[in-house]
């Protein structure tokens, strides 16, 4: 993920940035709030992470031009040194996603910047697409080059979980336990279910999704 964190005391930024970056983000750094909206502007983030008191435009300010003048919404963690509820409210009104309180824990901060992206991607990504299938996780529907597919409930779960890892193999155990559990029927029965997915899936079009990693699992993708 990249992350921009805008903060006008260079020490916290820099204990951000190593912490986020040892575990693997991309983040990019701000000083002040004129450069930290140009940057929230121009740029390409998964989330900011936003202080209030900041030279040259104030955190909620930024955050209030944010929600206001940009299409894209993306999440928003503020840092404040106040514990007040109103401070607090002021930081959700502007448009914040979540709010900690200085002195904090790294690793809180990090755990809620992860939260509140998967809350944003979850929000957004309530259709799963590969190539020309899609999959309507609210209303179940399954379709490929715009003709609904007919999938039993075993046979969806399977889909679903193989489009979430597409295009990475899945391993035979992986599927079984989201099925299943510790406990699959026997040894047969995903062999049986994958072929019968792939009768629906593929059977009636050219060009085939679901591929066979022999000994290992099963693996959905578009031609390259």
């Known amino acids: 993920m990249r992350i921009l964190v805008i903060e006008d005391h260079k020490d916290i930024l820099d204990n951000i940035t190593d912490y986020c970056t040892l575990r693997g983000y991309e983040v990019v750094g701000a000083l002040d709030g004129l450069t930290g909206l140009h940057l929230a502007v121009t740029g390409k983030f998964d989330a900011i992470i936003l202080d209030v008191m900041l030279p040259g435009m104030n955190g909620n300010l930024l955050c209030k031009s944010l929600r206001e003048n940009s299409k894209d919404q993306i999440p928003i963690l503020m840092l404040t040194a106040g514990d007040e509820l109103s401070d607090r409210l002021s ?3 502007a448009g914040a996603d979540d709010y900690i309180v200085k002195p904090f824990a ?11 992206v998967r809350r944003a991607r979850g929000a957004k990504n309530r259709v799963l697409q590969v190539h020309d299938l899609t999959c309507d996780l609210d209303s179940l529907e399954v379709s490929r080059g715009g003709k609904i597919l007919k999938l039993n409930r075993t046979n969806r ?46 059977k009636p079009f050219d060009v085939p999704l679901l591929h066979t990693h022999h000994g290992v699992g099963y693996r959905l993708h578009g031609p390259r």
């Open 157 to 202: 779960l399977f889909l679903e979980l193989l489009m979430r890892k597409s295009p990475s193999i899945v391993k035979r155990r992986e599927l079984e336990e989201a099925v299943w559990g510790r406990t699959p029927p026997d040894s047969d029965s995903l062999r049986s279910n994958i072929y019968l997915l792939r009768q629906v899936l593929d």
């Open 106 to 116: 790294l690793s809180e901060l990090f755990a809620r910047t992860e939260a509140v």
């Open 91 to 93: 930081g959700f009104e």
